[in-house]
């Protein structure tokens, strides 16, 4: 009894189309007499899936992805600690002159009055006249020395606690730049690190477990990546 030669199904000697799936028989009116043999006895072997990557680049790979963590945990340390820092765009104010050089104005006249009441009583008991020039020069004397002495003081103690302002200032927005830049730095590699994450299960993306998976390959104690995670702890 013939056969269909596309499913196998037994057809009669007179059958010009396969019963069960329809195929037409050959022009030549040919058939088999033996049933075909299964799709799956036919075909050839399927070809082995890719083992995967190799041991050595697995080991760079993880290196990297090592180093990677090892950084991204040290920036999350940082921005633990200055992560609130922001810049400002408005500078402090700053100290004028005159709030040192106020007292200044207040002390210089008081000395110089004092130097030449002190030469005029002088001059009233004792009636020589020399003191009481000698009461105003020096009177006069002291108040422009006081004067002075005192503008120069206050202008040095401005510039220095202004020079302080504006090193603080700096500071805080270069810190604040700094804070930024940890913080473009952080989203970069966990963009990198992110294709990788799918090859170790999240309980093992320590630094110690990926310290302890990559000794286990390089030392062969395992031979794969499973293998390795699988005698992690």
């Known amino acids: 009894m013939p056969f269909c030669t596309k ?5 009669q000697d007179d059958d010009l189309f396969c019963m069960k799936c329809g195929a037409k028989v050959n022009p030549d009116g040919a058939k088999t007499d033996e049933a075909p043999k299964p799709a799956a006895q036919v075909q050839e072997a399927a070809p ?13 790979l993880l ?6 963590t090892k950084e991204l945990d040290e920036i999350d340390a940082y921005l633990d600690k200055n992560g609130s820092i922001t810049a400002s765009q408005t500078p402090p104010a700053k100290h004028s002159t005159i709030k040192f050089f106020w007292p200044w104005l207040i002390l210089t006249p008081i000395m110089s009055g004092l130097i030449f009441t ?6 009233i008991k004792n009636m020589e006249p020399v003191m009481l020039y ?3 020069i020096l009177a006069g004397v002291c108040f422009f020395v006081m004067l002075l002495v005192g503008s120069i003081s206050s202008r040095n103690r401005c510039v220095a606690l202004n020079a302080e302002i504006d090193k603080k200032f700096g500071l805080a927005n270069q810190k604040a730049k700094e804070v930024e830049d940890k913080k473009n730095r952080r989203q970069m590699l966990i963009n990198e690190r992110t294709p990788m994450d799918p090859m170790i299960p999240k309980p093992y993306r320590t630094q110690s477990k990926l310290s302890k998976i990559i000794s286990l390959l390089k030392m062969d104690q395992a031979q794969t ?9």
């Open 118 to 123: 002190a030469c005029f009583i002088y001059f």
């Open 134 to 136: 000698m009461g105003c």
């Open 63 to 68: 290196d990297r992805y090592l180093n990677i």
């Open 7 to 11: 499913c196998g199904s037994k057809m």
């Open 48 to 60: 082995s899936q890719d083992p995967g990557i190799n041991k050595k680049d697995l080991l760079l």
């Open 225 to 233: 990546l499973e293998e390795a995670i699988g005698k992690v702890k």
